[in-house]
């Protein structure tokens, strides 16, 4: 299970359970490979929702990355990710806002 204090978050891909996490490193991929804008602007395609299914896939394999995944994001092509389109759009929105999300006042 992913760690939401580490800004970790789990899916499940072809039955087997994955942490996803942006590092650094993996926002800097994510960022140099998006096809429209900055990280912001991703940000703000996720609150207004009008996101692309690039996007998640994008955001996906970044966290995947982050969490320690060797593969590519062909590799995701045809494997099954728990809840469908839907439930990768919101594993992808989970882990954005986690991210971004500044530790509240009580938990530091």
Do not use: C
């Not at 789990?10 to 996490?21: A, E, F, N, P, T």
């Not at 955001?59 to 994001?73: E, H, M, Q, Y």
């Amino acid at each position: 299970m992913g760690n939401p204090w580490a800004g970790e978050v789990s899916v499940v891909i072809d039955g087997q359970r994955h942490v996803l996490k942006l590092t650094l490193g993996a926002l800097a991929e994510l960022e140099a490979g998006l096809q429209e804008g900055t990280l912001i602007d991703l940000v703000e395609r996720f609150e207004t929702a009008s996101y692309s299914t690039r996007d998640v896939l994008a955001l996906i394999v970044a966290g995947l990355r982050g969490g320690g995944w060797r593969g590519r994001a062909q590799d995701l092509l045809t494997a099954e990710i728990e809840g469908g389109p839907l439930g990768a759009a919101r594993k992808a929105a989970e882990l954005l806002a986690r991210a971004f999300e500044l530790p509240s006042e009580a938990a530091v």
